[in-house]
């Protein structure tokens, strides 16, 4: 079965760079969710969106920003990078119709280090 | 707003024993309830989950929770420890009108030969 996809599975970056994140979710699941895990912390919740469109928002810092593009997939883009910044990003998808039966699927997560 | 806490950071056992990891939410509507399991550099998987129905939920490895409406709790259980059962464990909590979950701190269990 489908899975929700994160892409890249590790990334390396400088202080003060960008980043992207992305997730593909499962086919028909129109609600995605990002969550930040730090070293040995429980996720955090970001941002997610329902349909295209920003639907809650946890503690996402101004320089970072998400979207859901027309396909479903949501990027994460974060800027200006910080050592803090390091940590497993996960993403969630689910269906607000089948939420109830099938709950959230998480991806295996990205893994950032800023150097 | 949604909140759960996790009582005990970590939790350890023998192998063979009775598993148990407390888990208490907070939430002003009927709430849906997960435990997740994370071994190290991996992703979370889904152990049990509830949203309606009957209360006491079984999931895969085992383990088994039941939710407890009176005393807002979701405790998860496993008669008998093995140890590829050794893992943090997550319990969350979500709103079923809001896309949003909210997790625990999480509870490393250890599970001893």
């Known amino acids: 079965a489908a899975g929700v996809i994160q892409s890249p599975r590790h990334l390396i970056k400088e202080k003060r760079e960008t980043a992207t994140l992305k997730c593909y979710p499962i086919?028909?699941?129109?609600?995605v969710y990002w969550y930040q895990q730090g070293p040995g912390q429980d996720p955090q919740f970001l941002i997610s969106?329902?349909?295209?469109?920003?639907?809650d928002k946890g503690s996402i810092p101004d320089r970072f920003s998400a979207q859901q593009f027309s396909d479903y997939h949501s990027e994460l883009n974060m800027s200006s990078l910080e050592l803090g910044d390091s940590a497993l990003y996960f993403c969630?998808?689910?269906?607000?119709?089948?939420?109830?039966?099938?709950?959230?699927?998480f991806g295996s997560g990205t893994r950032l280090t800023v150097v | 707003a949604q909140s759960v806490t996790q009582l005990g950071s970590h939790v350890s056992v023998s192998e063979g024993a009775l598993v148990l990891l407390r888990c208490n939410y907070s939430?002003?509507?009927?709430?849906?309830l997960f435990w997740y399991v994370q071994y190290p550099n991996q992703g979370l998987q889904l152990l049990l989950k509830?949203?309606?129905?009957?209360?006491l939920v079984k999931g895969i490895n085992g383990f088994e929770a039941e939710f407890k409406k009176s005393e807002t709790s979701f405790h998860l259980t496993k008669p008998s420890a093995h140890m590829s059962d050794a893992a943090e464990y997550f319990c969350?909590?979500?709103?079923?009108?809001?896309?949003?979950?909210?997790f625990g701190a999480g509870t490393r269990l250890t599970v001893k030969p």
């Open positions: 969106f329902y349909e295209k469109m920003q639907s």
């Open positions: 509830y949203t309606t129905g009957a209360t």
């Open positions: 969630a998808s689910s269906s607000v119709r089948q939420r109830r039966l099938y709950g959230y699927t």
């Open positions: 086919p028909r699941h129109d609600t």
């Open positions: 939430s002003s509507v009927p709430p849906y």
């Open positions: 969350a909590v979500s709103d079923p009108n809001n896309n949003d979950m909210r």
